[in-house]
């Protein structure tokens, strides 16, 4: 008798996925019947046994192989990832869906992207298999946030979709556009290289391959990328500077191709490199001069402006030729202070002044047989002849006996004698000792004759200089102070280090521009982590982009650059006015200012010294007070920058002492008037003072200040002594001369 049914069933697939196997026992009554069975997989196959029971004894089998219907995935792909990205594309990369929630055969996958927060999506269809897939989303605007989902597809269609990814696209190359050029700028703007850039960076560099091959180069960052516009100034005029815009976010950086941009020709900006004198007479001298540094023509020289300012006139000369770098300038008068500023001149005009104080000499003719010769001159004595009785006297009447005396002494420092090989030899006179000239070659140079004092002091009384050019026999007079040379200060050293972790180098390379410029050191500093620091030690004013590369067995890596800025030089370090104890000294700032912060001045004389520091890169005066009258300083100035000081300019400065001893003569007398004249032993004069008055009596009378060298009294009474007296006055102070009656 039958008792039941037992239904048994499996998967034909055998994978990890689809193991559903059961054995279901019906009891039933009936030789027919039906039975769902519940919990198997989409899309499988299953084979099911239906079995007769007899008595509970399995009597009869029947087998059949039935099939469920596919379902969409109910998972998605597993490891969604971003590949690659650029400004129009992104690549995503995905694995398998869990095969026991394929629900069918996977036979491709579904990507459904769009911008991130707009609320419009695409979609894309993507064939493949179970293991996986790849797509390359493309058409999609730069720097822009997109968002995406991957779902696997069966024949019921897309499953459930990944979890929404964030991609953002890289930037596109700007293209650049100029706006206004002018000599020494260039204003730019770019288009946009999508929504979403962090920064803009602008680089420019001069083209340094034509006649001027001086480099000029810079960068600036302009953040966010709203901004899409820059200025770019301290440019050089008539100059062709490529201009690049690297754009920057996130997923990377484009840059523009180069604008080729040629600034407007404007006047110079720098003054030409140096200026000096040469061949100073009385009534003339020649300067000459250095070609303005290339940078800063800005142009085409066509020639140089001279200005000779002087005796209450201005002397303009133009140099039509860019080749021509000295000139003559006569028509002078004797023992009278110069300036000298020469500009260099192009098709825009008139750049920047170097200026040169030049002091014309006394004008003093020798007799042959020797003369009492004043103090601290300038001589030329290349036309004295050979006769030894004719030469030049050095002498003081301040020695402590009244005897005149002194001794030369040669370019070299070593006193001179009377058998000097020179050409030249001494003798002792009754008013002084005399400087003479042989018959032998002389040599070329200063020669110097020291005396001491009463007071035991020894100091240079006269100052003669030899040459064989020839020319007239002339005695220079005192000027207030002396610009000696422009100096280069001790060169300062800095010190640059990077460092390696991962054990010692067997390379390290420093270079500056690109260029090699050293190894440096190495010193392990951390044995434990072995850390090592590289440091190259930089003597000099060497300013520019630093990079250090280690390299041992098991890489190689290059530091960021470190850019090194050095503040430029002023020039043109001179006094534009003076006192006994002060000094107003001025100066040309550099151009362009580039680094420059500020100066320090330095001072030495007198038994003391100091600094001041000055504020401002475009200062250009400072006054040094508390000085002490008539003492030789020594005066610096150098720039200041963050990183590394200028070069320093250096000048020695005397301040005027008073006027020497005034020497007065009576020309002519009448009843009624006494005409006078007279000079000074040395120094300058700003002003003179006469003083009368009747010897014994009466009241004194008093005229000036006067400007010249002559004065009659008038309206004198006949027959009568007068005591007269004439002062030189300059700002040192006041000397008088010996009462004439």
Not at 127 to 152: F, K, P, R, W
Not at 198 to 219: A, F, I, K, L, N
Not at 544 to 557: A, E, L, M, Q, R
Not at 576 to 591: A, C, G, K, N
């Given at each position: 008798m039958p008792s039941g049914y037992n239904i048994s069933y499996r998967n034909t697939e055998y994978t990890d996925c689809f193991t559903k196997s059961n054995t279901i026992s019906i009891l039933t009554d009936s030789l027919g019947g039906n039975y769902n069975i519940v919990g198997l997989e989409e899309g499988t196959d299953y084979s099911i046994t239906v079995a007769l029971l007899m008595d509970g004894a399995v009597t009869d089998r029947n087998t059949v192989l039935q099939a469920t219907a596919e379902a969409a995935p109910s998972a998605p792909p597993s490891e969604v990832m971003v590949a690659s990205v650029t400004s129009s594309t992104i690549t995503v990369v995905w694995g398998e869906v869990p095969c026991i929630h394929q629900n069918g055969a996977i036979?491709?996958?579904?990507?459904?992207?769009?911008?991130?927060?707009?609320?419009?999506?695409?979609?894309?269809?993507?064939?493949?298999?179970?293991?996986?897939?790849?797509?390359?989303?493309?058409?999609?605007?730069?720097?822009?946030?997109?968002?995406?989902?991957?779902?696997?597809?069966?024949?019921?269609?897309?499953?459930?979709?990944?979890?929404?990814?964030?991609?953002?696209?890289?930037?596109?190359?700007?293209?650049?556009?100029?706006?206004?050029?002018?000599?020494?700028?260039?204003?730019?703007?770019?288009?946009?290289?999508?929504?979403?850039?962090?920064?803009?960076?602008?680089?420019?560099?001069?083209?340094?391959?034509?006649?001027?091959?001086?480099?000029?180069?810079?960068?600036?960052?302009?953040?966010?990328?709203?901004?899409?516009?820059?200025?770019?100034?301290?440019?050089?005029?008539?100059?062709?500077?490529?201009?690049?815009?690297?754009?920057?976010?996130?997923?990377?950086?484009?840059?523009?191709?180069?604008?080729?941009?040629?600034?407007?020709?404007?006047?110079?900006?720098?003054?030409?490199?140096?200026?000096?004198?040469?061949?100073?007479?009385?009534?003339?001298?020649?300067?000459?001069?250095?070609?303005?540094?290339?940078?800063?023509?800005?142009?085409?020289?066509?020639?140089?402006?001279?200005?000779?300012?002087?005796?209450?006139?201005?002397?303009?000369?133009?140099?039509?030729?860019?080749?021509?770098?000295?000139?003559?300038?006569?028509?002078?008068?004797?023992?009278?202070?110069?300036?000298?500023?020469?500009?260099?001149?192009?098709?825009?005009?008139?750049g920047v002044y170097r200026d040169l104080a030049v002091t014309t000499p006394q004008t003093v003719y020798l007799n042959f047989g020797g003369m009492n010769l004043p103090t601290n001159g300038l001589v030329n004595i290349s036309q004295l002849g050979n006769s030894t009785d004719t030469g030049l006297v050095c002498s003081t009447d301040q020695s402590a006996d009244g005897t005149p005396a002194g001794g030369w002494f040669n370019p070299d420092g070593t006193m001179l004698s009377s058998s000097s090989s020179e050409g030249f030899f001494v003798s002792d006179g009754s008013d002084g000792v005399y400087l003479l000239r042989g018959s032998g070659i002389p040599v070329e140079g200063i020669y110097t004759c020291r005396a001491t004092d009463s007071s035991g002091n020894s100091r240079t009384v006269f100052v003669g200089l030899y040459n064989e050019q020839g020319g007239e026999v002339v005695i220079g007079g005192e000027i207030g102070f002396t610009l000696v040379s422009e100096l280069t200060a001790e060169e300062p050293q800095f010190t640059l280090s990077c460092n390696s972790t991962d054990g010692p180098a067997t390379s390290v390379i420093w270079t500056r521009d690109a260029d090699t410029v050293?190894?440096?050191?190495?010193?392990?500093?951390?044995?434990?982590?072995?850390?090592?620091?590289?440091?190259?030690?930089?003597?000099?004013?060497?300013?520019?982009?630093?990079?250090?590369?280690?390299?041992?067995?098991?890489?190689?890596?290059?530091?960021?650059?470190?850019?090194?800025?050095?503040?430029?030089?002023?020039?043109?370090?001179?006094?534009?006015?003076?006192?006994?104890?002060?000094?107003?000294?001025?100066?040309?700032?550099?151009?362009?200012?580039?680094?420059?912060?500020?100066?320090?001045?330095?001072?030495?004389?007198?038994?003391?010294?100091?600094?001041?520091?000055?504020?401002?890169?475009?200062?250009?005066?400072?006054?040094?007070?508390?000085?002490?009258?008539?003492?030789?300083?020594?005066?610096?100035?150098?720039?200041?920058?963050?990183?590394?000081?200028?070069?320093?300019i250096t000048a020695q400065i005397v301040p005027i002492p008073a006027p020497g001893q005034v020497l007065v003569s009576v020309s002519s007398i009448t009843a009624t008037s006494i005409s006078l004249s007279w000079s000074v032993s040395s120094g300058r004069v700003a002003s003179w003072e006469v003083v009368w008055r009747p010897t014994g009596r009466g009241t004194e009378s008093t005229s000036g200040p006067l400007s010249g060298t002559t004065y009659t009294i008038l309206q004198l009474d006949p027959s009568t002594i007068y005591t007269l007296t004439v002062s030189a006055t300059n700002v040192a102070g006041t000397t008088d001369s010996t009462p004439i009656l």
């Open positions: 036979t491709g996958y579904s990507v459904q992207y769009g911008v991130m927060g707009s609320g419009s999506t695409e979609s894309m269809a993507v064939d493949g298999d179970s293991s996986g897939g790849m797509a390359t989303i493309s058409g999609l605007e730069a720097a822009t946030m997109y968002e995406y989902q991957v779902a696997g597809r069966t024949s019921a269609g897309p499953g459930e979709y990944s979890s929404t990814m964030t991609t953002l696209t890289s930037v596109r190359a700007p293209t650049v556009i100029d706006s206004s050029v002018g000599p020494f700028s260039i204003s730019i703007s770019w288009t946009s290289s999508g929504p979403v850039v962090e920064r803009y960076e602008v680089e420019w560099q001069r083209d340094s391959s034509g006649v001027c091959p001086d480099e000029h180069m810079g960068s600036a960052t302009v953040s966010g990328g709203s901004v899409r516009s820059y200025d770019i100034t301290n440019l050089f005029g008539d100059s062709s500077y490529s201009i690049r815009v690297n754009a920057t976010n996130a997923a990377g950086s484009a840059i523009s191709d180069p604008l080729v941009v040629s600034t407007v020709e404007a006047a110079p900006t720098a003054p030409p490199a140096s200026l000096s004198s040469s061949s100073v007479t009385p009534s003339s001298f020649s300067i000459q001069w250095g070609r303005v540094p290339c940078i800063h023509r800005n142009g085409d020289i066509t020639g140089y402006s001279v200005l000779v300012h002087g005796n209450g006139s201005m002397q303009m000369i133009d140099i039509n030729d860019p080749d021509v770098l000295t000139t003559d300038i006569s028509g002078l008068v004797s023992d009278t202070m110069y300036l000298v500023q020469v500009a260099g001149v192009n098709g825009q005009g008139t050293g190894e440096g050191t190495t010193v392990l500093n951390d044995a434990v982590a072995a850390h090592y620091t590289h440091t190259l030690t930089v003597t000099g004013r060497l300013g520019g982009v630093y990079v250090c590369t280690v390299s041992n067995s098991i890489s190689t890596t290059t530091s960021s650059g470190q850019n090194i800025e050095v503040a430029s030089s002023p020039t043109n370090l001179m006094v534009t006015q003076e006192t006994p104890t002060s000094f107003r000294l001025s100066w040309t700032p550099p151009s362009p200012l580039g680094d420059t912060t500020g100066y320090t001045i330095s001072y030495t004389g007198g038994g003391s010294s100091g600094s001041v520091n000055v504020a401002g890169g475009s200062t250009d005066s400072f006054s040094l007070t508390g000085l002490d009258s008539g003492e030789t300083y020594t005066i610096s100035l150098i720039g200041r920058s963050r990183h590394i000081p200028s070069a320093a």
